[in-house]
């Protein structure tokens, strides 16, 4: 028998990309429902050779629901996370609701899968920032081989990660400066069309932004407290897929090619690592791809056992929806849920 999946926040960027996802890798589900607001109910959605139309949240009976991949931001998850829990189904949100509960496990699978049984305390589990993500699982083999130390990352984040609406601006402000129109920015705090804006999320009393503190959080959550992290998050004009690069500091030596043949045989990576031109990956490359691709891995010079390295991958996939139905998949293979039965 297989499982029913909810999907709430299904018209939004993610919440179309999971259903792509859950049809591309056969996920073993017997009903897909597709969850928006009161003004999307109708709304039609792919999934597969199907078209779904949109149920609303909040008449919607989760009693017979298994799993709820949850992606509608930390408002709605706040509201309804808790009680879509109750009636029995596991919640994997996308939002920032729930990542720093300590009841609630934190989860990129490549990287710390055994946390999900964590799930029971309260029927939730959180899936990370899309630039953590992709972060984590080219640092957790390194860590495993020489004990990470510090980390300073410096993000190149596409719109798409401020969703749908974030994109249409970038397309309208490029539109307009080609044909000599009016530049108009209502998504972003500056122009992002021919610009970068090291702005993402609000900014906190230090001088952070918010983002850049839950990147710092998270990895420590994800993958080791010790670790000391910081981050600059700049918001560039690209419309999917972020990239990283990333200075990492060991506590114990560690060579280039250690650490490239480490990241090769790894679940989650693909190595493309050519020292001539065009030898890497970038965002354009990585966009509807699973894989988080390393890249430019060398010595980093000025301190002891240090690496750099360019990390990219699609933020829509492994940053959001393709983690939550990873872990989704997790939870199933160890076992660890059972679909209910259903009524005739």
């Known amino acids: 028998m297989g499982f029913k999946v909810a999907i709430v926040g299904a018209t ?13 890798r056969a996920f073993p589900a017997d009903e897909v429902v597709p969850l928006a607001s009161r003004r999307s109910m109708g709304v039609e959605v792919s999934y597969g050779d199907k078209t779904l139309k949109c149920k609303t949240l909040e008449h919607y009976d989760f009693s017979d629901v298994d799993i709820c991949l949850m992606s509608a931001g930390s408002t709605v998850s706040k509201e309804w996370s808790p009680k879509i829990a109750a009636a029995g189904a596991v919640v994997i949100d996308n939002s920032s609701c729930w990542r720093y509960d300590p009841d609630v496990p934190l989860v990129v699978p490549e990287v710390n899968a055994d946390a999900v049984a964590g799930f029971r305390k309260k029927g939730i589990i959180a899936n990370p920032n899309c630039s953590t993500a992709q972060l984590v699982v080219a640092l957790k083999p390194l860590h495993d081989a020489a004990t990470i130390t510090r980390v300073v990352v410096s993000t190149y984040q596409s719109v798409s990660g401020a969703g749908k609406d974030a994109m249409d601006e970038l397309f309208s402000q490029t539109k307009a400066v080609f044909t000599v129109g009016e530049v108009v920015s209502k998504k972003f705090p500056k122009r992002i069309a021919f610009n970068v804006i090291p702005e993402i999320d ?10 850049e503190w839950k990147m710092m959080v998270e990895t420590k959550k994800i993958l080791d407290p010790k670790i000391k992290l910081t981050a600059t998050c700049v918001r560039v004009p690209v419309f999917i897929g972020h990239s990283e690069a990333v200075n990492i500091e060991f506590e114990n030596p560690i060579s280039v090619d250690e650490a490239r043949n480490l990241l090769r045989v790894s679940p989650g990576i693909l190595v493309i690592d050519k020292h001539e031109p ?11 791809e699973d894989a988080t691709y390393v890249s430019r891995i060398r010595t980093d010079p000025t301190v002891d056992n240090g690496l750099v390295l360019w990390c990219v991958s699609d933020n829509l996939r ?3 929806a393709l983690n939550a139905i990873q872990i989704a998949e997790c939870l199933i293979n160890r076992k660890l849920i059972q679909a209910k039965q259903k009524a005739a």
Request: glycine share 18%; charged share 25%.
């Open 12 to 24: 939004g960027n993610v919440g179309r990309e999971m259903l792509n996802i859950l049809a591309e």
């Open 202 to 211: 609000v900014f906190m009393e230090d001088g952070y932004t918010k983002e």
């Open 278 to 288: 065009g030898g890497y990956v970038t965002p354009y490359e990585a966009a509807g």
């Open 318 to 320: 492994k940053g959001a």
